[in-house]
């Protein structure tokens, strides 16, 4: 049923039946260099499905206005949870990541040797399945003479290489299949309409609005030394500085 905006939610599970759930409600946490979490309410006249058959299933969340979908979500099921029975329905929560949320689980131990930092994170998503990746890389990454992984997930592995790098790494589902980006800049992400804002809305509206906004300010370091020592030559001490500006209150 369609409200009074337009909108209208429909989700997929896997090769579960399309009339089987309804959307009761979702949360979508999507952020930069990290995998996305959407939390999907969901409601079904059948008490009895089975939590594991749902597990790794492929997801789709659309979201329809006047019939026509805006956009789409799509991942695997992370995790099940059967709620509460009523009269007829009974509650379903699936928590949905991209299908490379799995790096979080495997931990490993290994070095790297003479090879670039797209090099190594090329083989390493190959080697756990993630094809679909995309590097838009616009300054060519520096070789590293050595490089560990000790003991760290492959997603810490593969986050902590794109920091020390200066790249982020985000979702690209335009053309309808999810894509793991990895850049350096962020001259191709997509870019949002202007929307305006409105603290005090009510009811149903039809346009994107702003309705949320804090102003936050805390306490960071402004210098940073790093320092060094090579035992070919132990009375050399390298050392590099950097300052920051204090930026002025209202900056």
Known sequence: ?????GLRFTARIGGVPADVFVVVGFELTETLSSPFRLTLDLASYNPDLVLTDLLEQPTELTVWQ???PRRRFAGVVAEASRGDSGHRRSRYQVIVKPPWWRLELVHACRMFQ????????RGLLAERGVTRTRFDLRR????REYCVQYRESDLAFVHRLAAEEGWHYRIDATDGRPALVIADHH???PHLAPAPYN???GGSIRQPAVFQFHHHRRVRATSVVLQD???KKPRLYPVACANRRRSSPTG
């Open 114 to 121: 003479a090879q670039a930092t797209d090099t190594i994170l």
């Open 229 to 231: 020592y090579t035992f």
């Open 140 to 143: 060519p990454p520096a070789v």
């Open 199 to 201: 603290a005090h809305t």
């Open 187 to 189: 001259g191709n992400a």
């Open 66 to 68: 006047d019939r026509t």
């Open 1 to 5: 049923m369609l409200c009074s905006s």
